[in-house]
């Protein structure tokens, strides 16, 4: 047996499950040796959710990621030889036409996202499933990638930890868990295990459920929680007798019962013989903090597996029984079924990145079996080379407030998502009931009097629109259309858009609190804002200047959109509220590598912003300034930052506008906020809900949203956002930058369509939400570029001021043309857009009030 080593250059905690075991490869793979694994239980594991896994992949989701990281793994296990690829359906019952509808999206969402599913009819749900009862199902949908790990994901990570070790990358320790982490000057050092403490440059957290008690060991915690998940074998089964497959019959999901089943193939085979069910507890979903499961010893079954609660469990059985009469004709196998311990995150997606506390710790939890390879390979990728081939925001531990890692904060939104595990009919604006009102504004009593219809993003509730302007849905009735269909309608108010056309007449005011502010200062504050910012940042001309800027990567490709203000003493960033975490710490990580003398300091919580907006603005905000004539063009211009007064209160202002309109941002003291917002109202302007700002007057002026249509899988001149000139001084990206510049043109451009013609095959005009595939008219396929990446709305909105619905999406070089005819399917049906814009180019120029046509 191998010596324990004392040194490492990466030990990966929790090497025994698929999560870890890909890490593993992955790492070997990019060319990382001498990686050590450790795992608490056997190698493969024997405890890990792994252990018990159902082992079938699914592609159908409605994001891009997702789908990207389950095909890849697809691919991953068939090319190892360990995959069934036997195809899978979802069904619809009869009556249930809310589940219909969702099947019809999840297939447009497979032509954006790359995966093959379907519509099938109930005749063909019954050939390929003769289980099912055909009378009960009014369609469903058929995905041919769909399949079984086999034998099981436990089998594949024994093959790949076994691969590592013979290439000699890797060295396994089973029944070695980590007791705690060394830890030094903001850096991991090692792990401390009861053979011995391994020294080490990278420590890699794969250890699925006991993930969070790992991070606790470094001081920090992790929004994953455990949730039951019933499992239940009934048999004997031998439709498939010796034919010595692992699975049969495609894989079946009754989502509107939370449920799925498969048969486990030959008798002769392992686990075979049996028709498995499995439910998701859509309810009342059972969850258990990690540091509660029992130790090995002490587990009847498993740590990761608990005893089955009837009970609990009997109505969704005997609605399947129902559907598949055969459960009820079986017997039920008590002693193989149980409850599984699975991974629920507070917001759905993995655990994935470096911590935010220590260097050199990283984490990849939260993964099932369907995504394990594509999320070792990001990893993999993002520990070699700083970055992923697709953009890894929506995953990365990075991402969340601080408010967001309390206990019950987690313990709140995961018991939310356990509930949506396998009901992924969730509306794309669908808000989280728990862990609310966090962060107000200063003046949100005054917003609630006012009927704030509020939403939440990074803790802030934001007001939509207001109840008290249903009056103006009356004046702008012809322009402010009704949505007939409940799923367009739902969480929109559509006095949003009579706000904003109420605004364009006269004058508005939106609360912008929700923006997440960081002051960089420091000798080299100037320096180190001129290397992350692609804009020039430098200067004594910019000094009392707001300069629109972008982050870009080592690749030149975006990583985050934002604001500097060049302050006497400092650089103030003005950043979205979903962006912050991640680049404050990006800020912070630049510093300490590139040796700039600064600090980074979050200020979101010490000022609030106000935007006033509108033909009117200036007169109406010169009623409330101490100083009216400051306010004039020529002595207030574009982009100028200037102190000013109101109601007694010191403002800094910012001559700018994310809606068109010409006005300002005014940015205060939080205590201040409230005086400003009274005398910013006392001049007759109203208040216009975030809805105008974020959705449809931005799209009208065409402007990027960062983490929708700002992507790393995208350059700064193909989304339209280069400038004429590149700065003389270095930046992060600056050569890749170039080298995107030298190309006669770009592999493809962002781009802003129109809908033509917005009335469904039922005749229902469509006010389409969410991400939608751009198709060509004549042969029905979604765009794909020279890149390989596939075009897809990344923000929809119906435009109030040009009245019609507004996309923004990436269309390959061919087809960037202004006035090109295309589709995009919604809900299954087909709508004609054209190419309104190639690049930034405004529809509405308020200054001209008229749209472009």
């Known amino acids: 047996m191998a010596a324990f080593p004392e040194h490492a250059k990466v030990v990966i905690v929790g090497l025994g499950g698929i999560v870890g075991a890909s890490v593993a490869h992955h790492l070997a793979l990019r060319g990382w040796t001498d990686i050590v694994g450790i795992d608490a239980s056997g190698i493969p594991t024997d405890i890990g959710s792994t252990a018990h896994a159902s082992d079938f992949c699914y592609s159908t989701s409605h994001d891009f990621l997702s789908c990207w990281t389950t095909l890849y793994s697809i691919d991953f296990y068939e090319t190892m030889g360990h995959y069934a690829r036997i195809g899978g359906i979802e069904v619809a019952r009869v009556g249930d036409d809310e589940r219909m509808t969702e099947i019809r999206r999840k297939v447009s969402s497979g032509k954006a996202f790359g995966t093959r599913a379907r519509l099938m009819e109930p005749a063909e749900i019954k050939e390929k499933f003769p289980l099912v009862e055909e009378s009960m199902v009014q369609g469903g949908l058929w995905d041919p990638d769909a399949g079984l790990v086999v034998p099981r994901s436990q089998t594949v990570a024994g093959l790949l930890v076994d691969g590592a070790e013979r290439n000699g990358a890797l060295r396994s320790f089973a029944n070695t868990p980590a007791t ?72 079946l999901r009754d989502q509107g019962n939370s449920a799925y089943m498969r048969d486990t193939g030959d008798p002769t085979t392992s686990e075979g013989g049996m028709i498995e069910w499995g439910y998701y507890e859509e309810h009342a979903p059972r969850l258990v903090h990690p540091r509660e499961l029992l130790g090995k010893a002490e587990a009847r079954i498993s740590p990761s597996q608990r005893d089955l609660d009837l009970e609990h469990i009997m109505a969704p059985l005997e609605r399947a029984i129902e559907l598949t009469p055969i459960l009820g004709q079986l017997g039920y196998d008590e002693r193989r079924s149980f409850n599984g311990l699975l991974q629920v995150t507070t917001d759905g997606n993995a655990m994935v990145g470096e911590s935010r506390k220590h260097r050199g710790l990283w ?12 999320m070792g390979k990001l990893l993999a990728d993002w520990m070699t080379d700083g970055r992923t081939p697709i953009d890894h925001a929506r995953i990365d531990v990075a991402r969340f407030y601080p408010h967001q890692l309390g206990e019950e904060f987690i313990a709140g939104r995961c018991a939310e998502a356990a509930q949506k595990v396998y009901n992924p009919g969730i509306h794309p604006r669908e808000p989280f009931a728990t862990g609310r009102d966090v962060r107000r504004s200063p003046f949100w009593e005054r917003e609630k009097a006012l009927g704030g219809h509020f939403m939440e993003l990074g803790g802030w509730e934001r007001a939509h629109g207001y109840a008290a302007n249903a009056h103006l849905i009356e004046r702008y009735a012809d322009r402010v259309p009704v949505r007939p269909d409940a799923w367009d309608n739902r969480h929109f ?69 934002l604001t500097v203000f060049r302050m006497a003493d400092r650089c103030r960033v003005v950043d979205g509220a979903d962006a912050g975490p991640r680049d404050d710490l990006y800020l912070r990580r630049v510093a300490q590598d590139r040796g700039f003398d600064v600090t980074v300091t979050d200020v979101s919580e010490r000022y609030v912003t106000i935007g006033i907006w509108g033909p009117n603005a200036r007169v109406n905000l010169q009623k409330v300034v101490d100083d009216p004539d400051g306010l004039a063009p020529q002595a207030f211009p574009f982009a100028a930052i200037r102190p000013v007064t109101i109601a007694g209160k010191p403002v800094t202002a910012f001559r700018i506008s994310y809606v068109g309109e010409q006005g300002w941002e005014l940015h205060m003291a939080y205590e201040d906020g409230l005086a400003v917002w009274d005398a910013l109202r006392s001049t007759g302007a109203i208040a216009v809900g975030i809805e105008t700002y974020a959705n449809s007057r931005r799209l009208e002026k065409s402007l990027r949203l960062q983490n929708a249509d700002l992507l790393t899988d995208y350059n700064l001149l193909e989304a339209g956002l280069a400038r004429p000139k590149v700065k003389e001084a270095d930046f992060r990206g600056k050569a890749k930058h170039l080298e995107h510049r030298a190309r006669p043109h770009q592999p493809a451009m962002l781009c802003t369509l129109v809908m033509t013609d917005n009335r469904d095959g039922r005749g229902v005009a469509r006010y389409p939400v969410g991400i939608l595939p751009v198709l060509d008219p004549d042969t029905g396929e979604t765009l794909v570029d020279a890149l390989g990446r596939r075009s897809f709305t990344t923000s929809i909105a119906y435009g109030p001021s040009v009245g019609k619905t507004i996309a923004l999406a990436y269309l390959p070089w061919s087809h960037a043309q202004q006035g090109r005819r295309l589709d995009v399917e919604y809900f299954g049906d087909r709508f004609p857009v054209e190419v309104a814009a190639v690049g930034y180019t405004a529809l509405y120029d308020p200054e001209n009030l008229k749209p472009r046509s």
């Open 180 to 251: 705690a982490l060394v830890l030094e000057g903001g850096r991991i050092r090692g792990v401390v295990t009861p053979r011995g403490t391994i020294m080490a440059e990278h420590v890699v957290v794969c250890a699925g459920l006991w993930g969070r008690t790992v991070a606790a060991m470094a001081g920090e915690d992790l929004p994953v929680m455990p949730i039951d998940h019933p499992l239940m074998f009934f048999g004997p089964f031998d439709a498939f007798a010796g034919t010595g497959k692992d699975i049969g019959w495609p894989l």
């Open 363 to 374: 984490y990849c939890v939260g993964v099932w079996v369907k995504d394990g390879p594509g």
């Open 493 to 561: 108010w559509r006095v949003s858009n009579a706000e904003q056309l109420a605004m364009s007449d006269d004058c508005g005011l939106v609360n912008l609190s929700h923006f997440a502010i960081l002051d960089v200062a420091g000798p080299d504050h100037v320096a180190m804002m001129e290397w992350v910012c692609a804009a020039r940042i430098g200067g004594d001309a910019n000094v009392g200047k707001g300069i629109y800027t972008h982050f870009l990567d080592d690749d030149g490709m975006v990583r985050a959109d």
